[in-house]
């Protein structure tokens, strides 16, 4: 029973450049979040989407950052034209299902360290 | 705005001592959960609470929930170098909505 993947684990960029990050929700998840984790720092919220739809983005800056999640495949978070300070750890999580409490424990990856050159 | 507060922001003890991490929120949360993080990993579920006053033990990790549903603590008895982590509380505030994270609280034991 495989967990949540993530890939790739490290990622270097150069400025201008596009990155591509993939979450392979745990099987039978249909609710996936994406967080950023800067060093010693904790996790904060971007993008909140269930199977084809967006659900909650509050957190994801205005450009240059996009999320899907399709019927088929991975979550994708996407960068274009990184800079510098985009530099950090993403994590992504997926839960079960909303209604039950139980049911929306998340389950995190291990992450996508991002580094920007 | 951040909804949850973590308490103390880092924590350095001996192996052996006992302590106690807080969780506190203005907001009432319908769920909260309790991760712990290690150096260059995602962070690891604990603990759900539900109920209010609803108490978990996990060995020597012990979980409240306070009544209100506003607050939670984290207290581990006699801590050993394997519980150093980064330990995140994180709540959802009803149906539908986004996990959100406390501020964290680094423990490190030693020795």
């Known amino acids: 029973n495989a967990g949540v993947m993530q890939n790739p684990r490290h990622l270097v960029r150069r400025r201008g450049q596009e990155a591509r990050l993939r979450c392979s929700p745990m099987?039978?998840?249909?609710?996936v979040y994406w967080y950023r984790q800067l060093p010693e720092e904790g996790l904060k919220f971007m993008v909140y989407?269930?199977?084809?739809?967006?659900?909650?983005e509050s957190g994801m800056p205005k450009e240059r950052f996009s999320a899907e999640f399709p019927k088929e495949g991975p979550s994708i978070l996407r960068i274009q034209q990184v800079v510098r300070g985009d530099s950090a750890a993403y994590f992504c999580?997926?839960?079960?299902?909303?209604?039950?409490?139980?049911?929306?424990?998340?389950?995190f990856g291990q992450g996508t360290r991002l580094t920007v050159v | 705005t951040q909804l949850l507060e973590q308490s103390p922001q880092f924590l350095s003890i001996q192996e052996g001592e006992n302590l106690t991490v807080y969780c506190n929120s203005s907001?009432?949360?319908?769920?909260l959960q309790w991760y712990r993080q290690e150096p260059g990993e995602g962070p690891v579920l604990l603990v759900t609470?539900?109920?209010?006053?609803e108490v978990k033990k996990l060995k020597r990790l012990t979980f409240q929930f306070g009544d209100a549903r506003k607050d939670s603590s984290l207290h581990i008895t006699a801590a050993q170098p394997g519980d150093t982590g980064l330990y995140l509380c994180?709540?959802?505030?009803?149906?539908?909505?986004?996990?959100?994270f406390g501020t964290g609280t680094r423990l490190q034991v030693t020795l």
């Open positions: 999580a997926s839960s079960l299902e909303w209604g039950v409490p139980m049911n929306t424990e998340a389950f």
């Open positions: 099987k039978g998840h249909s609710h």
């Open positions: 989407l269930q199977k084809e739809n967006i659900i909650d």
């Open positions: 907001s009432v949360f319908s769920s």
């Open positions: 609470v539900v109920t209010g006053g």
């Open positions: 994180a709540g959802h505030t009803g149906t539908a909505s986004k996990l959100t």
